[in-house]
């Protein structure tokens, strides 16, 4: 009965102290804990996800070298319009003192007139200032300005 009777009077402690202790107790709130951060994980690299981007870079480079294809014959076409003989970018220029070329293939003996090639225009004179601008064994006569074969064509 001894232990009824302390069980007891405990009970009647501890109903009368505990709003007096709750009253004094220091309340402690748990800390926050942050909430995890994502991490940020690398999507798994397997053949299969890679290989479609290298295969559309190869077909992106593929349709680029068509077309410049493509262009490069146009541009070829074009040059090869413009330097045929009688096309627009026909360049005359002297391959030799004596002969008169363009880069369409025509040639021109200049020597056969008695003239040498004009280095400026590419063409043969048709005229000499003197004697250097005629071909060789041809004699520049002052009149008339022109090249002859002897002294004795050169006449007034």
Same mark, same amino acid.
């Given at each position: 009965?001894?232990?009824?009777? =302390?069980? $007891?009077? +405990?009970?009647? +402690? %501890?109903?009368?102290?505990?709003?007096?202790?709750?009253?004094?107790?220091?309340?402690?709130?748990?800390?926050?804990?942050?909430?995890?951060?994502?991490?940020? /994980?690398?999507?798994? $690299? @397997?053949? $299969?996800?890679?290989?479609?981007?290298?295969?559309?870079?190869?077909?992106? =480079?593929?349709?680029?070298?068509?077309? +410049?294809?493509?262009?490069?014959?146009? +541009?070829?076409?074009?040059?090869?319009?413009? /330097?045929?003989? #009688? %096309?627009?970018?026909?360049?005359?220029?002297?391959?030799?003192? /004596?002969? *008169?070329?363009?880069?369409? #293939? =025509?040639?021109? @003996?200049? =020597? $056969?007139?008695?003239?040498? !090639?004009?280095?400026? *225009? #590419?063409? !043969?004179? /048709?005229?000499?200032?003197?004697? *250097?601008? &005629?071909?060789? %064994?041809?004699?520049? !006569?002052?009149?008339?300005?022109? &090249?002859?074969?002897?002294? %004795?064509? !050169?006449?007034?």
């Amino acid at each position: 009965m001894k232990r009824l009777l =302390a069980g $007891a009077c +405990l009970l009647v +402690l %501890g109903s009368l102290l505990a709003p007096a202790l709750a009253q004094t107790a220091i309340r402690v709130r748990p800390a926050a804990v942050p909430a995890p951060t994502p991490v940020a /994980t690398a999507a798994p $690299a @397997d053949a $299969a996800t890679i290989q479609p981007d290298y295969r559309a870079e190869l077909e992106k =480079a593929r349709a680029k070298n068509r077309q +410049l294809r493509s262009e490069n014959e146009s +541009l070829r076409a074009q040059l090869a319009q413009w /330097t045929i003989k #009688g %096309g627009s970018l026909v360049h005359a220029y002297c391959e030799t003192a /004596t002969l *008169s070329a363009s880069t369409a #293939g =025509a040639r021109n @003996d200049c =020597a $056969a007139t008695g003239y040498t !090639c004009e280095p400026v *225009s #590419g063409l !043969c004179r /048709t005229s000499a200032t003197d004697g *250097s601008q &005629c071909a060789v %064994g041809r004699t520049w !006569c002052v009149y008339g300005n022109r &090249c002859v074969a002897s002294a %004795g064509e !050169c006449k007034p």
